[in-house]
């Protein structure tokens, strides 16, 4: 039987829809969520990104700036630029776009964010908080794969998941998360032994790996919820590919997600939540659910 493919657009925009609803309701107690996102250089796709983002913030009704600095930006010009964002009453989240250029530092640059700003949760305070599980902002790309989850009724206590992948910013905060919500997990990489044995094993596979349609249909057990985090673009036709391959997984797998059009925008929407969340413990008003 045919895998059901993740509706990525509804899940998104019922998250959107109840975010927007949460901004207005904090704007009614004076409080405007503002999200300010800095990038250096021209490298376009970063530029869609940050579009993507500030444009997803606006239409949430948060209040979003955009800096952009040129190429030869001397990293103190940065920090400098951090440290005032860091003091602005405006701004509740701040977003450094990577990748970075190579004279500047990207952990000096993660560690000159006030951590309570930092919405990727790339600050090693907030990577901390995670792994002790305190309160704090979530990594948006795992983050989004957890609400995915949830949205499709999985159950994910006592189950095999497998993330493939163990990079700081997917695979092991994914690893993480997953272990926070009760699965049992193991994580492979490129040193994994007989990796097609592991993700057979897996209830729930997440490929965060970085190569084209690279999981087939052999790794994956039948019945497996298979989430793709990978966008990767194809050399022959340039269009945008997971690392699954999805034409391969679908009758193997029992829910499947679209690449592009689901981990990537609930990515964005994870982001939004932090933002919000950031102004709302600024302002003492965040209930922890
Ligand atoms: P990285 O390159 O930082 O990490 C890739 C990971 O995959 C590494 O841990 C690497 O292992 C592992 N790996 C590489 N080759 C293999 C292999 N043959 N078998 C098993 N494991 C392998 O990538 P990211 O984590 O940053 O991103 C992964 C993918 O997710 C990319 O396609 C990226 O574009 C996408 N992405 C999507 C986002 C979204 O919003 N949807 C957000 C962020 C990323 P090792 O550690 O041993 O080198």
Same mark, same amino acid.
């Given at each position: 039987?045919? #895998?059901?493919?993740?509706? @990525?657009?509804?899940? /998104?925009?019922?998250?959107?829809?109840?975010?927007? *609803?949460? =901004?207005?309701?904090?704007?009614?107690?004076?409080?405007?969520?503002?999200?300010?996102?800095?990038? =250096?250089?021209?490298?376009?796709?970063?530029?869609?990104?940050?579009?993507?983002?500030?444009?997803?913030? !606006?239409? #949430?009704?948060?209040?979003? !700036? /955009?800096?952009?600095? $040129?190429?030869?930006?001397?990293?103190?010009? %940065?920090?400098?630029?951090?440290?005032? %964002?860091?003091?602005?009453?405006?701004?509740?989240?701040?977003?450094?776009?990577?990748?970075?250029?190579?004279?500047?530092?990207?952990?000096? /640059?993660?560690?000159?964010?006030?951590?309570?700003? *930092?919405? *990727?949760?790339?600050? +090693?305070?907030?990577?901390?908080? %995670?792994?002790?599980?305190?309160?704090? +902002?979530?990594?948006?790309?795992?983050?989004?794969?957890?609400?995915?989850?949830?949205?499709? @009724?999985?159950?994910?206590?006592?189950?095999?998941?497998?993330?493939?992948?163990?990079?700081?910013?997917?695979?092991?905060?994914?690893? &993480?998360? %997953?272990?926070? !919500?009760?699965? $049992?997990?193991?994580?492979?990489?490129?040193?994994?032994?007989? &990796?097609?044995?592991?993700?057979?094993?897996?209830?729930?596979?997440?490929?965060?790996?970085?190569? #084209?349609? &690279?999981?087939?249909?052999?790794?994956?057990?039948?019945? #497996?919820?298979?989430?793709?985090?990978?966008?990767?673009?194809?050399?022959? $036709?340039?269009?945008?590919?997971?690392? =699954?391959?999805?034409?391969?997984?679908?009758?193997?797998?029992?829910?499947?997600?679209?690449?592009?059009?689901?981990?990537?925008?609930? $990515?964005?929407?994870?982001?939004?939540?932090?933002?919000?969340?950031?102004?709302?413990?600024?302002? @003492?008003?965040?209930?922890?659910?």
């Amino acid at each position: 039987m045919s #895998a059901q493919v993740i509706n @990525g657009k509804e899940i /998104v925009s019922d998250y959107r829809a109840q975010i927007k *609803d949460q =901004v207005a309701s904090l704007q009614s107690k004076g409080v405007q969520p503002g999200l300010a996102v800095v990038i =250096v250089g021209d490298d376009p796709a970063s530029h869609v990104y940050v579009r993507n983002k500030a444009k997803a913030c !606006e239409e #949430a009704g948060m209040y979003s !700036e /955009v800096h952009k600095l $040129t190429e030869s930006t001397p990293e103190q010009e %940065l920090i400098e630029l951090i440290e005032k %964002l860091n003091g602005s009453d405006k701004i509740h989240g701040i977003l450094v776009q990577s990748p970075l250029p190579k004279h500047i530092s990207e952990e000096r /640059v993660v560690e000159a964010i006030e951590p309570s700003k *930092d919405v *990727d949760c790339f600050h +090693p305070v907030n990577v901390g908080n %995670l792994m002790i599980g305190k309160e704090g +902002p979530l990594p948006c790309t795992p983050a989004g794969v957890i609400e995915i989850l949830k949205k499709i @009724g999985a159950d994910i206590a006592g189950k095999h998941a497998v993330v493939i992948g163990r990079s700081n910013i997917v695979g092991k905060p994914m690893a &993480m998360l %997953l272990l926070r !919500e009760h699965a $049992t997990v193991t994580v492979c990489h490129s040193r994994t032994k007989n &990796m097609e044995e592991i993700t057979r094993q897996a209830d729930i596979l997440v490929a965060a790996v970085g190569k #084209a349609k &690279m999981i087939k249909s052999r790794h994956v057990k039948p019945g #497996a919820i298979v989430i793709d985090v990978g966008i990767n673009r194809l050399e022959d $036709t340039g269009k945008l590919a997971g690392d =699954v391959d999805f034409d391969d997984v679908l009758d193997t797998a029992s829910y499947i997600t679209p690449v592009p059009g689901c981990v990537g925008p609930m $990515t964005i929407t994870m982001l939004l939540r932090n933002t919000l969340e950031a102004a709302e413990r600024a302002a @003492g008003l965040h209930v922890t659910v």
